[in-house]
């Protein structure tokens, strides 16, 4: 089982009783699920992710003081320290008094405002172009076991879904800005830098040029589909499993792993310019585009021209990257 059912059925074998049982009218008060940092967050877990901070366990998540004060909260620490501490052949390490970073008995507020800066998932344009796109990811990923139900019409609280719906995915015009500053890196390092520095004698200077070529494209591929991008070590994990242009990251991989010899040189070139070719489709496919051409860079102030925010129209091309 992955990680994050093995937790799933953690929660519901022993935590939710516990709190059936310990705590029934504090029930609407309280959500649970497991979501954030860790390769079981995502799905991308393996035998080899189990060396390291991979136990059972959920994140228990609580409104804030005026709602669970401190007492209540001390109260299910305790009770959530004492869970099994161990489950499916999975061991859990000792809890700390104030829970864990990743599990335990969290205010929910705290949990958001380290990931996105905000306790509400309400973020400044600023604050959007800023936090870490693996943080954003981080906020949203994993699953929502149970949520928050009380209040009425009028005084219901920010439930984790409602927080989570709007950390979902940039807004339009902030994925269009960061869509046109990735292009324009794009066309910079594959299409023009690549064979300069090549020309030059430069041979590493052309792997950087690969280097971050790829990277800018991983980010447009992500940006097309409105998908975060995880920490490096699992972008091509998720890179894999998207809808559109998956298949580029057996290309991908390809440039990143073969030398800049000069019998390499035209092949690589040749595969940057066929991937340019695959994104600048889907630009059109979607509507972003009305440049017509091979040159990502005419592609990228395209896009940058569809903004509807002139504010951030006007920001610098390149200001969301």
């Known amino acids: 089982m992955k990680g994050l059912e093995i937790c799933k059925a953690y ?73 099994p501490r161990e489950f499916m052949g999975l061991r859990r390490p000792l809890m700390s008094p104030v829970g864990g970073d990743r599990t335990g008995v969290l205010r929910a507020a705290d949990l958001f405002r380290d990931k996105t800066g905000t306790p509400d998932g309400i973020l400044t344009v600023q604050q959007w172009f800023s936090v870490p796109e693996q943080s954003l990811a981080e906020a949203v990923n994993g699953e929502l076991w149970m949520d928050f139900t009380y209040g009425d019409a009028g005084s219901a609280p920010d439930t984790v879904s409602a927080i989570r719906a709007r950390l979902a995915f940039y807004p339009e015009d902030i994925r269009l800005k960061k869509l046109a500053g990735s292009l324009l890196l794009m066309a910079q390092s594959g299409q023009y830098n690549y064979n300069r520095c090549l020309a030059h004698g430069e041979t590493a200077a052309a792997q950087l040029a690969v280097v971050e070529f790829v990277k800018s494209t991983i980010s447009v591929i992500f940006l097309l589909n409105r998908r975060y991008r995880p920490y490096y070590k699992w972008t091509f994990r998720a890179l894999r499993s998207l809808p559109d242009l998956t298949i580029l990251a057996e290309l991908l991989e390809y440039l990143l792993t073969t030398d800049n010899s000069p019998e390499m040189a035209e092949a690589k070139y040749d595969v940057i310019e066929s991937i340019a070719s695959d994104i600048i489709e889907v630009l059109q496919d979607q509507g972003l585009t009305e440049a017509i051409c091979g040159d990502l860079e005419k592609h990228a102030y395209s896009v940058n021209d569809r903004i509807s925010d002139p504010d951030i129209r006007n920001m610098h091309v390149l200001a969301g990257v």
């Open 11 to 83: 929660y519901e074998t022993y935590g939710l009783p516990m709190l059936r049982e310990q705590f029934p009218e504090l029930l609407p008060y309280l959500a649970a699920g497991l979501f954030g940092s860790g390769s079981e967050c995502f799905g991308y877990d393996d035998e080899v992710s189990r060396d390291h901070d991979f136990a059972p366990g959920f994140c228990l998540l609580l409104p804030d003081e005026s709602v669970v004060d401190r007492r209540t909260a001390f109260l299910l620490e305790r009770a959530y320290a004492k869970l």
